[in-house]
């Protein structure tokens, strides 16, 4: 293995340590049996996905779960969670619950994050794809293109740039791309977009493979993120050396069409 490859152990300790600066907690909290409720802040070492303070977020590594919430709601948190398993907070029947509680300060849950991260090891790859590597000042000209939105961010975000995206070519027209945001200095989220016509030829997996070697030789952790119901996503993330390792969900407000209906 190379030198500057991290070891799994550095792996998870610099994701448990990159979540704790946003959940406001210790970075062991994310393995105790327990829940754990913070309140929410926004540090300046966090992924910015968001400019304003989360009212609620939660994450689990499969043991207790993180709450990051405004103290407004501390006292139906801790009452809600009495009795519960942190993995079954993230359930219908108990996120329903949840739901309507912060609905009553004008804030709904948003999406459900289900995140994959790296075996330490490079994988190999036997490919006759056709491939290009695109770094970051070439990844501007295909900004705009609905075709790579998984792939690449809408716009250049200086907080979490794109920083490296990897092609797969049939002369010159695009098949698939696989790109890399730099949510933090140390986390790379990996998203991919394979073009239809394409689709079924282990494209996908293919280039996630490569871009994943690709930022652990570069001495960053490659991360990937999907939904819970996207299973070609997630068969591509198992399939290219990623398994489950945590999720994350956070609240956004509720807008005023949605307040209308």
């Known amino acids: 293995m190379d030198n500057d490859i991290m070891t799994q152990t550095d792996i998870f300790y610099e994701v448990k340590k990159q979540l704790a600066y946003e959940f406001n907690c210790a970075p062991n909290d994310f393995f105790k049996d327990e829940n754990t409720i913070t309140t929410s802040i926004l540090h300046e070492k966090r992924r910015k996905f968001s400019e304003e303070v989360f009212f609620n977020q939660m994450a689990t590594f499969g043991k207790g779960a993180v709450i990051s919430a405004d103290e407004s709601i501390h006292p139906w948190l801790h009452e809600w969670i009495k009795g519960k398993s942190g993995i079954w907070l993230f359930e219908q029947h108990n996120f329903f619950e949840l739901e309507m509680e912060i609905r009553k300060s004008g804030y709904k849950m948003s999406l459900t994050h289900h995140m994959f991260l790296p075996s330490s090891e490079l ?130 407000k509720i807008t005023e069409s949605e307040f209308a209906k």
Not at 190 to 212: C, H, S
Not at 220 to 243: D, E, M, R, V
Request: include cysteine; glycine fraction near 8%; proline fraction near 5%.
């Open 123 to 252: 994988i190999n790859i036997d490919t006759n794809l056709k491939i290009k590597w695109l770094e970051q000042d070439e990844i501007m000209d295909y900004y705009g293109r609905e075709e790579f939105s998984n792939a690449i961010c809408d716009c250049f975000h200086p907080d979490r740039p794109d920083v490296l995206a990897v092609v797969a070519l049939d002369g010159n027209e695009i098949m698939g791309m696989a790109g890399c945001s730099a949510d933090s200095p140390k986390l790379w989220q990996i998203g991919i977009d394979v073009k239809p016509i394409y689709r079924g030829r282990g494209i996908a997996k293919t280039l996630v493979k490569l871009l994943r070697n690709e930022v652990l030789l570069r001495g960053a952790i490659p991360y990937y993120g999907t939904s819970l119901s996207n299973l070609a996503s997630w068969k591509t993330a198992l399939s290219s050396g990623f398994a489950p390792a945590w999720i994350e969900v956070e609240s956004r």
